[in-house]
């Protein structure tokens, strides 16, 4: 089987993640990294093993011998950069939050549409098979109708005004960074947006929410606790309520294991899966199924959920009043 070709686009934290887990695939070769400098980009070249490397992130784009490009950079550059691919024909996997807005994610999907080009959202979670096996014991009925639903991702880091997490000029703050993975999860699990949402968030002093809680209301009884935070350790799991039971994920976000429960909490079934490689390899095979059978959305992962969340999340922000710079 021919491998699919990748780039990466940035030399960062997840780009080196992402390298990682491609380097684990058989059906991949890790092709080619750019960097906005040409020394970062031959270190990382080195570090793993990438045939080409480029001083600019259009060379890369350009290249034509890369099938599909991974975005890693910060938020407020995966438009700029994802039209850049778009342009060239490229396939494209971006990071979280796709855009800063829904505006900005219209308008991609438009351009990936009109110049017929995959592209997806990576958001690796809904990709992982513990994730996977809760959605089928949710759809199997094994706790009956969902009535509420909890997850959390929040973590403490310094306050650095200027850091990616604090610097509104790059669109920081913990709901475009973190709180997308308790709104994308509550998505995919439930297959639709809450009809009400009432929110709180505590802005700091660059400007942006240093942490947050959502309530999302159904129309069908199901409430949903959500928060995120880059300035308190919340935790990371997720509590799936129904009639007849309750599921535990922990670390739901990079969940290896989740176990299902009476509401006794007796135990009635565990499922664990250790990752092949660190877990994103899931989102990576996704997409390598997706181009070989010529789709340009990911079933799994469609554009449809991925602008419903921006949406949702565009509407907390506007309870909040917090505007980024440019929008
Ligand atoms: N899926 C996940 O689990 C996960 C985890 C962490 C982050 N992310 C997402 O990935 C993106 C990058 O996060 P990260 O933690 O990897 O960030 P990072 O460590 O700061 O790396 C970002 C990279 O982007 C490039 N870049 C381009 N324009 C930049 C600018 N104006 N300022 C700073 N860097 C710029 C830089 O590479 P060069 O200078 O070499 O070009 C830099 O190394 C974010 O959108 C974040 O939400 C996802």
Not at 181 to 207: E, H, Q, V
Not at 251 to 270: P, V
Not at 303 to 310: A, E, G, K, Q, V
């Amino acid at each position: 089987m021919k491998k699919i070709r990748w780039g990466i686009i940035g030399t960062g934290n997840i780009a080196a993640t992402f390298a990682r887990a491609l380097n684990s695939m058989e059906d991949s070769s890790l092709y080619g990294v750019a960097s906005r400098n040409v020394v970062r980009a031959g270190e990382f070249a080195k570090r793993f093993k990438i045939e080409k490397s480029y001083g600019s992130y259009e060379e890369l784009a350009k290249d034509p011998d890369i099938d599909v490009v991974y975005i890693g950079v910060p938020h407020t550059e995966h438009k700029n950069m994802a039209k850049l691919c778009i342009e060239n024909k490229k396939a494209v996997l971006c990071e979280k939050p796709f855009a800063i807005n829904s505006k900005d994610s219209e308008e991609l999907i438009s351009m990936a549409k009109e110049y017929n080009v995959f592209l997806m959202e990576a958001m690796w979670t809904k990709f992982l098979p513990t994730n996977l096996r809760v959605k089928q014991w949710i759809k199997e009925g094994r706790i009956g109708k969902i009535l509420h639903i909890k997850a959390t991702f929040g973590f403490y880091s310094d306050y650095d005004p200027d850091s990616r997490l604090y610097n509104p000029s790059l669109g920081g703050g913990a709901l475009l960074d973190v709180g997308v993975y308790p709104i994308s999860y509550i998505t995919f699990l439930l297959d639709k947006a809450p009809d009400k949402i009432i929110s709180s968030a505590i802005i700091g002093a660059s400007g942006v929410d240093e942490q947050n809680v959502l309530v999302f209301q159904y129309k069908d009884g199901i409430l949903a606790d959500l928060s995120s935070s880059i300035s308190c350790e919340t935790g990371n799991d997720a509590l799936i309520v129904g009639e007849k039971g309750i599921i535990k994920v922990n670390h739901f976000w990079r969940a290896e294991s989740a176990k299902l429960y009476d509401n006794s909490y007796k135990c009635l079934d565990e499922f664990k899966e250790p990752f092949i490689a660190n877990g994103y390899e899931y989102e990576a095979a996704e997409v390598n199924r997706c181009l070989r059978e010529g789709l340009k959305i990911s079933p799994l992962n469609p554009l449809t959920d991925t602008l419903s969340n921006m949406r949702l999340m565009d509407e907390i922000r506007k309870q909040w009043g917090l505007v980024y710079p440019g929008e």
